[in-house]
């Protein structure tokens, strides 16, 4: 554990040091992470290396957005490459579904009641959710809302409760079964 501190304690430094712009400190994380970070988004993508520059780009841009108390440099980064790879595989889909419509098939303005009817399924979704929500035991229902709306990792979950991280996992997955049935059963 101790080399993976130090290891997170450089990348810290290196992420500080990024937001104060020093590029030096930008080429020593992209010569560290830039390998693994491709093979990540090559999992998903052939093209990886645009989810590899847009995450790194991004670092650039925003250090600040990594957030010390929420993990490692490295989960972070390595996260923000993953959902940059799959956003690209979403638009290349989408792309392809509007390339295969037919003229008359393609929409040009957005029809009014499709927008209203959107929106009503969008607020009785998130009725739905609160509600299964409500139904989880405290414990479960805790470690689900700290990790998706205060974007807290499971480790962190673990250190602020005071929990085995085992512990945080197994809540985390109980609860999102349980989530999961009541909003099927919702459904039927």
Do not use: C
């Amino acid at each position: 554990m101790a080399v993976h501190s130090l290891e997170d304690a450089r990348d810290r430094e290196l992420v500080r040091r990024v937001a104060n712009r020093d590029e030096d400190a930008f080429r020593t994380l992209f010569r560290r992470y830039g390998p693994v970070a491709k093979a990540v988004a090559h999992r998903l993508v052939r093209q990886g290396f645009m989810a590899v520059q847009e995450a790194f780009l991004s670092v650039w841009r925003d250090p600040a957005a990594y957030r010390e108390e929420l993990g490692t440099f490295r989960a972070w980064l390595l996260s923000a490459v993953h959902h940059r790879a799959v956003d690209s595989i979403r638009r290349e889909e989408a792309h392809r579904r509007r390339a295969t419509q037919a003229p008359d098939e393609q929409v040009t303005e957005e029809d009014a009641g499709d927008v209203v009817v959107e929106r009503m399924q969008l607020q009785e979704t998130r009725g739905q959710i609160r509600r299964a929500m409500a139904e989880l035991p405290p414990p479960q229902r805790q470690i689900l809302e700290m990790m998706y709306f205060d974007g807290k990792t499971q480790s962190a979950i673990a250190g602020e409760l005071g929990l085995p991280l085992g512990t945080v996992k197994s809540r985390t997955l109980l609860g999102m079964r349980r989530l999961r049935a009541s909003l099927l059963e919702g459904h039927r």
